[in-house]
Nanobody, 115 residues
Framework: QVQLVESGGGLVQAGGSLRLSCAASGNIIRINTMGWHRQAPGKQRELVAAITTGYRPNYADSVRGRFTISRDNGKNTWYLQMTSLKPEDTAIYYC?????????WGQGTQVTVSS
């Protein structure tokens, strides 16, 4: 079993910043890819950012230059630093991990950006 727990969501004004965290625990041998997705009301879940061992981070065009994904392998934790937030960034943000046991998802954390 692998558990992912997100934290750091909340309400922020447009132009503000938030930092999301995702902590993984359980029977983890190795996490190959750590990522963040989001789902806005009435829309499909979409990739926001992902980081795979040995590769450069990957970002959605809509967040590139504003969001930064990083990881702390020693703690099995990864982060999403979000700056210059826009109302259209409002969504539930989910972290996910691709491990040797499969793909796992967190429960989601709400991010709301007011105009």
């Amino acid at each position: 079993q692998v558990q992912l727990v997100e934290s750091g969501g909340g309400l922020v004004q447009a132009g503000g910043s938030l930092r999301l965290s995702c902590a993984a625990s359980g029977n983890i041998i190795r996490i190959n890819t750590m990522g963040w997705h989001r789902q806005a009301p009435g829309k499909q879940r979409e990739l926001v950012a992902a980081i795979t061992t040995g590769y450069r981070p990957n970002y959605a065009d809509s967040v590139r230059g504003r969001f930064t994904i990083s990881r702390d392998n020693g703690k099995n934790t990864w982060y999403l630093q979000m700056t210059s937030l826009k109302p259209e960034d409002t969504a539930i943000y989910y972290c996910n991990a691709d491990t040797t046991l499969g793909v796992h998802w967190g429960q989601g954390t709400q991010v709301t950006v007011s105009s």
